[in-house]
């Protein structure tokens, strides 16, 4: 089952605005991740964070995670046309070692 | 490195055909993870190998699917027979995990298979 969700399904900018993206997670985690996809194509890993941290940043992309709440947020800087794609959350480390739970992703389009 | 190859890219296939997916993970990698993308569904496991021995198979929808690992650098997913529900996009991703670490999957370009 799926045990990622991500918040909105669909968010629609202009570039140069931030978009923030949100996740909910049902496992228990040790690390939680975020993939973008592109259309037609395969998710390709941007950034990790792990249980014991609570924020990190990669050039433009901001996470944060609360562990007690459950919850991830990807934020995105900046934003330009070329990050139009789906991001989706990822749940690692729960009961299966190894598997990863991911969400139905969050559809991002941006504006030029 | 060329990343994790599948074949085909497209198949289409009438109702009651054998479906083999295949895909060859990146070399060193040891997991290695077959999902099913659709619209209704989002993205879903359907069995992962860790040095080429199924670990979770739980996802696999039903008999009709069948994966196999018979090395460490190629997996088949077969459907047999094939049903239109199965029509969907389906991943090949690859990791190296570690005994505790983090599992960072590289994902292969999907086979996106119609069934009529």
């Known amino acids: 089952s799926q045990q990622g969700e991500e918040d909105p399904q669909a968010l629609s900018i202009q570039e140069g605005e931030n978009a923030t993206m949100n996740c909910s997670y049902k496992?228990?985690?040790?690390?939680l991740q975020w993939y973008r996809q592109n259309s037609g194509r395969g998710l390709v890993h941007l950034i990790l964070?792990?249980?014991?941290?609570r924020e990190k940043h990669s050039g433009r992309l901001r996470v944060t995670l609360d562990t007690s709440k459950k919850s991830s947020s990807l934020l995105i800087t900046a934003s330009r046309a070329a990050d139009t794609a789906s991001y989706f959350c990822?749940?690692?480390?729960?009961?299966?070692?190894?598997?990863?739970?991911f969400g139905r992703g969050t559809q991002l389009t941006v504006w030029p | 490195d060329a990343g994790v190859i599948q074949s085909p890219r497209h198949e289409v296939t009438e109702m009651g055909q054998e479906v083999t997916l295949r895909c060859k993970p990146i070399?060193?990698?040891?997991?290695l993870f077959w999902y099913r993308q659709t619209m209704m569904r989002g993205l879903e496991l359907l069995i992962y190998?860790?040095?080429?021995?199924?670990?979770?198979d739980s996802g696999m929808p039903e008999d009709r699917f069948s994966a196999k690992m018979p090395n460490a650098s190629f997996s088949t997913l077969k459907i047999q027979p094939s049903e239109p529900r199965d029509s969907a996009v389906y991943f090949c991703?690859?990791?190296?995990?570690?005994?505790?670490?983090?599992?960072?999957?590289?994902f292969g370009a999907g086979s996106r298979l119609t069934v009529l």
């Open positions: 991703a690859s990791s190296q995990q570690g005994a505790a670490g983090a599992n960072v999957l590289t």
């Open positions: 190998f860790n040095n080429n021995v199924p670990i979770d």
């Open positions: 964070i792990r249980s014991n941290e």
């Open positions: 070399s060193g990698h040891n997991s």
């Open positions: 496992t228990s985690i040790n690390n």
């Open positions: 990822a749940a690692g480390g729960g009961s299966t070692l190894g598997r990863l739970y």
